[in-house]
Protein backbone atom coordinates (compact mmCIF):
# COMPACT_ATOMS: atom_id res chain seq x y z
CA UNK A 1 0.00 0.00 0.00
CA UNK A 2 1.10 3.47 -0.38
CA UNK A 3 0.48 6.55 1.43
CA UNK A 4 0.42 10.29 -0.60
CA UNK A 5 0.00 13.51 1.07
CA UNK A 6 -0.13 16.56 -1.33
CA UNK A 7 1.53 19.94 -0.56
CA UNK A 8 1.78 23.43 -1.83
CA UNK A 9 -1.59 24.13 -2.74
CA UNK A 10 -3.16 28.15 -1.93
CA UNK A 11 -4.61 30.97 -3.55
CA UNK A 12 -2.29 32.86 -6.38
CA UNK A 13 -3.37 35.89 -8.95
CA UNK A 14 -3.29 34.70 -12.82
CA UNK A 15 0.11 34.34 -14.12
CA UNK A 16 1.44 33.45 -10.84
CA UNK A 17 3.03 30.30 -10.13
CA UNK A 18 2.82 27.32 -7.55
CA UNK A 19 5.01 23.99 -6.79
CA UNK A 20 3.11 21.16 -5.83
CA UNK A 21 4.40 18.72 -3.82
CA UNK A 22 3.47 14.54 -3.02
CA UNK A 23 4.93 12.57 -0.97
CA UNK A 24 5.51 8.88 -0.69
CA UNK A 25 5.22 6.18 1.77
CA UNK A 26 4.86 2.04 1.48
CA UNK A 27 6.27 0.22 -1.51
CA UNK A 28 9.50 1.08 -3.72
CA UNK A 29 8.51 4.53 -4.76
CA UNK A 30 10.55 4.28 -8.16
CA UNK A 31 8.93 1.18 -9.07
CA UNK A 32 5.55 2.52 -10.01
CA UNK A 33 4.58 5.70 -12.28
CA UNK A 34 2.76 8.68 -10.91
CA UNK A 35 -0.05 11.10 -11.90
CA UNK A 36 -1.30 14.37 -11.10
CA UNK A 37 -5.30 14.89 -11.47
CA UNK A 38 -7.52 17.45 -10.70
CA UNK A 39 -11.40 18.46 -10.27
CA UNK A 40 -12.85 21.94 -10.33
CA UNK A 41 -16.30 22.30 -8.53
CA UNK A 42 -19.03 20.23 -10.59
CA UNK A 43 -16.86 18.57 -13.05
CA UNK A 44 -15.42 15.64 -13.32
CA UNK A 45 -11.74 14.18 -12.13
CA UNK A 46 -9.02 15.45 -14.92
CA UNK A 47 -6.01 13.91 -15.98
CA UNK A 48 -3.41 16.89 -16.03
CA UNK A 49 0.48 15.12 -16.05
CA UNK A 50 2.26 11.65 -15.63
CA UNK A 51 5.27 10.65 -15.26
CA UNK A 52 6.82 6.95 -15.51
CA UNK A 53 9.34 5.26 -12.64
CA UNK A 54 12.62 6.50 -13.62
CA UNK A 55 11.25 9.96 -14.88
CA UNK A 56 12.26 9.62 -18.52
CA UNK A 57 9.32 9.97 -19.63
CA UNK A 58 6.59 12.12 -18.58
CA UNK A 59 2.90 13.04 -19.98
CA UNK A 60 0.22 16.39 -19.79
CA UNK A 61 -2.57 17.47 -21.04
CA UNK A 62 -3.22 19.32 -23.72
CA UNK A 63 -4.58 22.23 -21.57
CA UNK A 64 -1.42 22.38 -19.07
CA UNK A 65 1.28 21.64 -21.86
CA UNK A 66 3.98 24.27 -21.60
CA UNK A 67 2.73 25.95 -18.61
CA UNK A 68 3.17 22.65 -16.18
CA UNK A 69 5.97 20.30 -15.30
CA UNK A 70 5.95 17.09 -13.81
CA UNK A 71 9.24 15.82 -11.95
CA UNK A 72 10.17 13.38 -9.41
CA UNK A 73 12.82 12.93 -7.04
CA UNK A 74 13.15 8.58 -6.30
CA UNK A 75 15.44 9.38 -3.53
CA UNK A 76 13.41 11.55 -1.40
CA UNK A 77 9.89 9.81 -2.71
CA UNK A 78 8.55 13.22 -3.69
CA UNK A 79 6.63 14.34 -6.85
CA UNK A 80 6.35 17.79 -7.98
CA UNK A 81 4.23 19.45 -10.09
CA UNK A 82 5.47 22.97 -11.37
CA UNK A 83 2.55 25.43 -12.57
CA UNK A 84 3.64 28.36 -14.48
CA UNK A 85 1.31 30.92 -15.95
CA UNK A 86 -1.72 30.08 -13.93
CA UNK A 87 -4.80 30.48 -14.88
CA UNK A 88 -8.26 30.79 -13.79
CA UNK A 89 -9.35 28.05 -15.22
CA UNK A 90 -6.34 25.82 -13.29
CA UNK A 91 -8.25 26.31 -9.92
CA UNK A 92 -9.13 22.69 -9.01
CA UNK A 93 -8.05 20.51 -5.97
CA UNK A 94 -5.11 19.05 -7.22
CA UNK A 95 -4.70 15.62 -6.57
CA UNK A 96 -1.74 12.94 -6.72
CA UNK A 97 -1.83 9.15 -7.51
CA UNK A 98 0.57 6.32 -7.76
CA UNK A 99 0.45 3.76 -10.55
CA UNK A 100 -0.18 0.24 -10.44
CA UNK A 101 3.31 -0.42 -12.25
CA UNK A 102 6.02 1.59 -14.16
CA UNK A 103 4.51 2.96 -17.21
CA UNK A 104 2.68 5.92 -16.59
CA UNK A 105 -0.81 6.30 -17.84
CA UNK A 106 -3.44 8.86 -18.75
CA UNK A 107 -6.47 7.42 -17.08
CA UNK A 108 -7.96 7.29 -13.50
CA UNK A 109 -8.19 3.84 -13.75
CA UNK A 110 -4.42 3.29 -13.97
CA UNK A 111 -3.67 4.66 -10.39
CA UNK A 112 -3.91 1.92 -7.64
CA UNK A 113 -3.76 4.85 -4.67
CA UNK A 114 -4.47 8.33 -4.70
CA UNK A 115 -4.00 11.17 -2.15
CA UNK A 116 -6.16 13.35 0.10
CA UNK A 117 -5.84 16.55 -2.58
CA UNK A 118 -4.83 20.10 -2.46
CA UNK A 119 -6.39 23.16 -3.21
CA UNK A 120 -5.56 25.13 -5.98
CA UNK A 121 -7.20 28.96 -6.52
CA UNK A 122 -6.14 31.47 -9.34
CA UNK A 123 -7.93 34.49 -9.26
CA UNK A 124 -8.27 36.58 -12.01
Known amino acids: QVQLVESGGGLVQAGGSLRLSCAASGRTFSSYAMGWFRQAPGKEREFVAA????????YYADSVKGRFTISRDNAKKLVYLQMNSLKPEDTAAYYCAAGFGSHASMWSNGYKNWGQGTQVTVSS
Open 51 to 58: IDWSGGST
